[in-house]
């Protein structure tokens, strides 16, 4: 089931497991700053390794919008993006939750200009964090590759039938390698089940998709669309916790390091939570009693699970890769906020 | 094309597939174009329509208007939804995932073809999809109050172009799409007008046999925001082709077809005089604008006049 570990740069592991889950379609658009990602998957339909359509959009706003296109046939869409792309797609993110388009997409985090940078912060995230998406943090290359698989079956579960993005820090894990232990494909089909839209657009069955609603009509919509995607926690767990059982790695919305007794701790997303273990470590090791919080899902946020966490913990450090200007505090400070008395 | 009107009528399908009921103006002429848009298409049509007054008028949930399927998501991405759709119908009809071979156009109004869908357009032209992207030519922003678009002809007075003691309305030319279309060498370009209903049913079934992107542009016309009595519609459709204003043409290859011609054009003025949006223009003004008219007119009859020589 398992392959042995190899070293691979985190974009060509994500790559990876969009081939693995034998992706249809794949549109994407190389704004400053792309990843890898999107290049290595060109190369595998262009070698015939991937069966799947790749166009190359004009825009980033044009990739999300094909997307929304390649998932209402019944496709498996595949994108990914970073920062300004993000940005440019702010929009569509919106119509592909609310319309309910399983689009899978990594966005590996980065800053948005001015100045023009291409290095990570988490502002790209949080200026989507409510964009009505599914959101998933990961740490390095091994995790991006296994939420991404896990991500594709969420997405497409009947009563989830959301999309979902999974963040990756731009650079630490999107162009560093590391070691990854990828997996067979005959394991990855017997988790992700071929792919059917209930309902595409087919002239057989006609449909009206994105029709235009009046007040009373928009409010049951969005309604209903919050209501899916706190239920989707559910089906998260399930399918983190069937995939332990074929990969033998476990994905928890919320994950402690030495947290159980600690009297201050660490509530971090993304890739430096292991330069925090590795601190913590050091600090554990002088006597004190420090500790880390990850927080993996971002959206729907784990109120129970980070309550449960947290646990006795009197100091809690949040560092935040996002600034909210003008505001009181960062944005994964205000959430916390919400549990803590 | 008059004296067809008594036999081939009958030849036309009585199945609607825009369905009645919609909300569009009283003589609306987009709403029109769409339904024989929709009657040449058939049924093995998969649409994907850019915010605008097609969309609002046909869509009020829980009702629809369109019988076959349909997907509106934002204002100016049709072309690249378009794309998408097209595209995942090949990568699952490859897999056996898909049965039928639907047709995908996407539609739009000239502000979500010529202003913000342009870039969208260009790329899907570009990438060369098996698709036909239909442009409903009203002139300007109608659906959010008759604004100004890049399509809004010279002299005319809109919300955000409006006459004034020193403005003449609308001070920039219109934009030529048809044109735009054929520099990105696709295979099809046509325009057409609901007034000419043969004419343009002929051009949406030839799109529909085209392997690549057609595209046509379609004027329609819009009473209120023309300021025309709602029963001229089809009069003022036929004004603007008579008056070399929107002369109906076609490319194929790159080849141009005047499908209907003059041996001498009216004045703009018959076309100007029956329209609140052109009132305010003065003999100085008209006779400007009959000059570039002529000129324009002039230029579209020899490109089509070459190719009659050539072949």
Redo the contacts between chains.
């Keep these: 089931m398992v392959k042995k570990m190899i070293g691979i740069e985190g974009s060509f592991a994500i790559a990876e497991a969009v081939k693995l889950a034998r992706v249809d379609a794949v549109a994407a658009y190389p704004i400053t700053p792309q990843t890898h990602i999107v290049e290595r998957l060109a190369e595998f339909v262009a070698n015939g390794e991937l069966d799947a359509e790749y166009i190359p959009v004009e825009s980033e706003h044009s990739a999300m919008s094909a997307c929304l296109g390649t998932s209402a046939v019944g496709a498996r869409t595949f994108t990914a993006t970073a920062s300004q792309g993000l940005e440019l797609m702010h929009e569509v993110l919106y119509v592909a939750s609310s319309m309910r388009l399983p689009i899978v997409m990594t966005l590996a985090n980065r800053a948005i200009s001015a100045p023009l940078s291409i290095w990570t912060d988490h502002c790209d995230a949080m200026a989507v964090r409510d964009c009505g998406w599914i959101q998933i943090f990961a740490e390095n290359a091994q995790q991006a590759f296994d939420l991404v698989l896990c991500a594709f079956r969420i997405a497409e579960t009947p009563a989830v039938f959301l999309p979902v993005m999974v963040h990756i820090d731009g650079f630490y894990i999107s162009h560093t390698i590391e070691p990854v232990q990828l997996l067979e494909q005959e394991a990855v089909d017997s988790f992700i089940p071929e792919y059917r839209h209930p309902y595409p657009l087919d002239p057989d069955r006609p449909v009206t998709m994105g029709a235009f609603g009046p007040p009373p009509i928009y409010t049951e919509a969005k309604k209903a669309q919050e209501v899916a995607l706190r239920a989707s926690k559910a089906v998260i767990l399930e399918v983190w916790q069937e995939f332990s059982l074929l990969s033998g790695r476990h994905y928890s919305p919320v994950e402690g390091y030495e947290a159980g007794d600690a009297d201050v701790l660490f509530l971090i997303m993304g890739s430096f939570s292991e330069t925090a273990m590795v601190a913590i470590d050091r600090m554990r090791a002088k006597g004190q009693k420090v500790g880390l919080v990850r927080l993996r899902l971002w959206r729907p946020f784990p109120v129970q699970e980070l309550r449960q966490t947290v646990g006795k913990a009197w100091v809690i450090i949040v560092l935040d890769r996002a600034i909210s200007f003008g505001g009181r505090d960062p944005s994964v400070l205000k959430s916390r906020r919400r549990f803590i008395p | 094309m008059e004296t067809l009107a008594v036999y081939v009528p009958r030849l036309i399908t009585t199945k609607e597939y825009f369905a009645p009921g919609h909300r569009a103006c009283m003589g609306c002429g987009e709403a029109l174009a769409v339904r024989l848009v929709c009657k040449a298409l058939g049924?093995?049509?998969?649409i994907?329509n850019a915010t605008g007054c097609m969309?609002?008028v046909s869509?009020?949930?829980?009702y629809?208007s369109?019988?076959?399927?349909?997907?509106?998501?934002?204002f100016?991405?049709a072309?690249?939804?378009?794309?998408?759709?097209?595209?995942?119908?090949?990568?699952?009809r490859?897999?056996g995932?898909?049965?039928?071979k639907?047709k995908v156009v996407a539609m739009a109004g000239d502000g979500g073809t010529a202003d913000i869908g342009f870039?969208?357009l260009?790329?899907a032209f570009?990438?060369g999809h098996e698709f036909i992207y239909i442009c409903f030519d009203n002139e300007a922003y109608m659906n959010t109050g008759i604004q100004r678009s890049s399509a809004t002809p010279f002299g005319a007075s809109t919300t955000t172009s409006p006459a004034g003691k020193v403005s003449i309305g609308q001070a920039t030319w219109k934009k030529n799409m048809p044109a735009i279309a054929v520099a990105h060498d696709i295979p099809y370009v046509a325009t057409a007008c609901p007034s000419y209903p043969f004419d343009l049913m002929n051009k949406i079934s030839k799109a529909i046999k085209i392997e690549g992107p057609a595209y046509i542009h379609i004027l329609s016309v819009c009473p209120t925001g023309w300021r025309l009595p709602a029963d001229l519609t089809i009069r003022a459709g036929r004004l603007a082709v008579e008056t070399g204003i929107f002369p109906l043409y076609e490319v194929e290859e790159g080849k141009y077809v005047l499908n209907v011609d003059f041996p001498r054009l009216r004045p703009v003025e018959d076309y100007f005089k029956l329209q609140g949006r052109f009132r305010h223009l003065t003999q100085e003004v008209i006779a400007q604008i009959q000059e570039r008219v002529t000129a324009e007119y002039t230029r579209l009859r020899e490109k089509a006049a070459r190719v009659r020589d050539n072949e």
């Design positions: 049924r093995n049509v998969i994907a969309e609002i869509s009020p949930l829980p629809t369109w019988e076959v399927p349909w997907i509106h998501t934002l100016e991405n072309a690249a939804v378009a794309s998408g759709i097209e595209a995942g119908i090949k990568v699952l490859r897999k995932k898909y049965s039928k639907p870039q969208a260009s790329g570009e990438r």
